[in-house]
């Protein structure tokens, strides 16, 4: 067992935190790794604590000592929010151990996609601005979903604040075909090589949009209301609350249109530029993807 990272005198920060990408496996990664519960603590994923007035009150009594800490935020590297996470967190860390940061990616063109598709599916506060089935209504409407695939613009103010050896960028494409395979390589990543990491189930994928319950307006009420979070929602474990919500909630509607081929052609000429920063960004010799080839 690996010993404690922190000062028993300080408050404990995160040891790791996975910073995005939305519809990049983040919540598949974030059920993978609670299940190593003997080494990893970690609170209700997009916690958003960077984001918080207290950012050290959602860690509070988290973990025994010896464990990692982790986050999972996707938020973190969201247009709007990104640079001022990067910020919050360097301030915090400051003449601390910094953070591991893991960044999972998705072809961006196949992201954005999905991006649109759990968006547009949304009621109330999932879908504040009214995003649409659209696709190219929504490009034009809500430039998020191109700024969130700008993987290299996303990822530098991190690079600034903690350096590139503190990033391990994963494909989404290699940790679904290997998800074993994938956490014993996020295990070297934050000094756990001599542990064994229980095993996955692989065909369990969480948070698929097409498989994802819509929230109701008035289901999303009752997970605002106080007295719910307060006095219930501590109660239910969150395997139970997704059990709840699968068998209440409505199916998604089917996937939008794809998008055109003008259209697609616009977004590879927007993303190319990115794809190639990135590489550059974290020393691969080769773009990550082909934008020319998608998801059938």
Request: proline letters at 9%; hydrophobic letters at 40%; charged letters at 25%.
């Amino acid at each position: 067992m690996t010993e404690s990272l922190e000062s028993p005198r300080q408050p404990r920060l995160p040891d790791f935190l996975v910073i995005g990408a939305m519809k990049a496996g983040t919540t598949t990664l974030y059920h993978d790794l609670r299940a190593q519960s003997e080494l990893i603590a970690m609170p209700d994923k997009e916690s958003n604590a960077l984001l918080a007035t207290d950012p050290l009150a959602a860690f509070a009594g988290i973990g025994k000592t010896g464990m990692r800490i982790g986050e999972v935020c996707p938020d973190y590297t969201k247009p709007g929010f990104g640079e001022q996470s990067a910020t919050v967190a360097q301030a915090l860390y400051a003449g601390r151990k910094p953070p591991r940061l893991i960044y999972l990616v998705r072809h961006p063109i196949d992201r954005l996609l999905s991006h649109h598709y759990f968006v547009s599916s949304q009621h109330g506060d999932a879908n504040p601005g009214g995003m649409t089935r659209d696709l190219e209504a929504s490009l034009r409407d809500f430039p998020e979903l191109v700024e969130t695939s700008r993987y290299a613009t996303r990822l530098r103010p991190w690079v600034d604040a903690f350096g590139i050896d503190s990033v391990k960028v994963i494909r989404f494409e290699d940790y679904i075909a290997d998800r074993s395979g994938t956490l014993q390589t996020i295990a070297e990543f934050l000094g756990l090589e001599q542990c064994d990491f229980a095993p996955v189930i692989p065909d369990r994928v969480h948070n698929r949009s097409d498989a994802r319950p819509v929230a109701t307006p008035f289901w999303r009420r009752i997970m605002g209301n106080a007295l719910y979070r307060r006095f219930i929602r501590p109660c239910l474990s969150l395997e139970l609350r997704d059990r709840i919500r699968a068998r209440l909630l409505p199916k998604p509607p089917p996937r939008p249109a794809p998008p055109s081929s003008e259209t697609r052609q616009w977004l590879i000429a927007e993303l190319t530029p990115e794809v190639e920063a990135l590489s550059e960004l974290i020393g691969a010799t080769e773009p990550l993807w082909d934008l020319s080839v998608s998801e059938p």
